[in-house]
């Protein structure tokens, strides 16, 4: 008879969206793996108890992935974090080693970086990139993308102390803050890593840093372009990139992680943009 099924889940507020439980149960199958993933709706002042409950109650709990808004408090709970979940200053992802101690990492910069380099071939080292925002989305992928040796990374955001405050987290490397208003010269790469663009919002971005070898990439993503991804490519960009690879290749380095094999992200993202498009179609 077989035994129970491991159990794995995504906590965040909201969760009804997330397309995690989706992607990791193809990835199981594709790899063989037994388990169940599902996605759970906790209360903003609930975290605590679900992760207790889900870790010491739950029978076969073995990892969680962590979305907004728990990814500050998941880093607190870790009793041993990644060097780079400790950089970041969140927690994508926990887990139970066997000596029964909470683990954390944070998978989100690889998962960039990797949807970058890999899937779309774009060349980071001594680029010249810019990235947009500086809240715990731009924090947690700054150390992935400084170890492929860019030649320099700007910080720009609206409050440029919140930028420069990132930029004090990595003494010694290229990395600088300002303001948009600041910004005057083209980038090799431009990296949305605000929400605001879909919302149909964009901070006041100057065209002068954008030129045809430019490539805009939105960490969002949606069905339709975001709306920075259409400034980019009016500003005429040489390629314009949403943030859907980004989310599966963060997902299969946790399944790495929790499984300890990696799965084929190109056969999953296809089906997943497949089904966004069918999706767009019919609704």
Same mark, same amino acid.
């Given at each position: ?17 997330? %397309?995690?439980?989706?992607?990791? !149960?193809?990835?199981?199958?594709? =790899? $063989?793996?037994? &388990? ?34 728990? %990814? ?31 683990? $954390? ?11 970058? !380099?890999?899937?779309? @071939?774009?060349?980071? %080292? ?13 924090? $947690? ?17 609206? =409050?440029?102390? %919140? ?9 010694? @490397?290229?990395?600088?803050?300002? +303001? ?17 663009? &879909?919302?149909?919002? &964009? ?10 070898? !430019? ?10 372009? =975001? ?32 499984? +300890?094999?990696?799965?084929? =992200? ?18």
């Amino acid at each position: 008879m077989a035994g129970p099924v491991d159990l794995y889940a995504v906590m965040g507020n909201p969760v009804a969206h997330s %397309k995690s439980p989706w992607i990791h !149960t193809l990835f199981a199958s594709q =790899t $063989g793996q037994r &388990l169940r993933y599902n996605a759970r709706l906790v209360p903003v002042d609930g975290f605590d108890e679900a992760l207790n409950h889900f870790f010491k109650e739950e029978r076969g709990g073995h990892g969680l992935s962590i979305t907004v808004p728990f %990814k500050e408090q998941a880093w607190e709970h870790a009793q041993h974090r990644t060097p780079r979940a400790e950089k970041a200053g969140a927690v994508n992802t926990l887990w139970i080693s066997n000596d029964g101690v909470l683990n $954390g990492d944070n998978t989100d910069g690889l998962g960039l970086v990797r949807d970058l !380099t890999v899937n779309h @071939q774009v060349d980071l %080292k001594n680029a010249r990139l810019l990235i947009l925002g500086a809240g715990g989305a731009v924090r $947690g992928v700054l150390e992935p993308i400084l170890e492929q040796k860019p030649a320099e990374l700007v910080i720009a955001n609206r =409050t440029v102390s %919140k930028a420069e405050a990132l930029a004090e987290l990595f003494p010694g @490397q290229p990395v600088s803050a300002g +303001g948009f208003a600041d910004l005057s010269e083209p980038f090799d790469l431009i990296i949305n890593g605000t929400s605001a663009s &879909l919302q149909g919002d &964009l901070p006041p971005l100057p065209a002068e840093i954008v030129n045809e070898q !430019t490539v805009c990439y939105d960490m969002m993503y949606a069905r339709e372009i =975001t709306v920075f991804n259409q400034w980019g490519l009016a500003q005429s960009a040489r390629q314009a990139i949403d943030g859907l690879g980004m989310l599966v290749e963060q997902a299969a380095e946790q399944f790495q992680i929790w499984r +300890g094999v990696r799965p084929d =992200t190109a056969a999953v993202l296809q089906q997943l943009r497949e089904d966004m498009a069918v999706s767009k179609e019919t609704v």
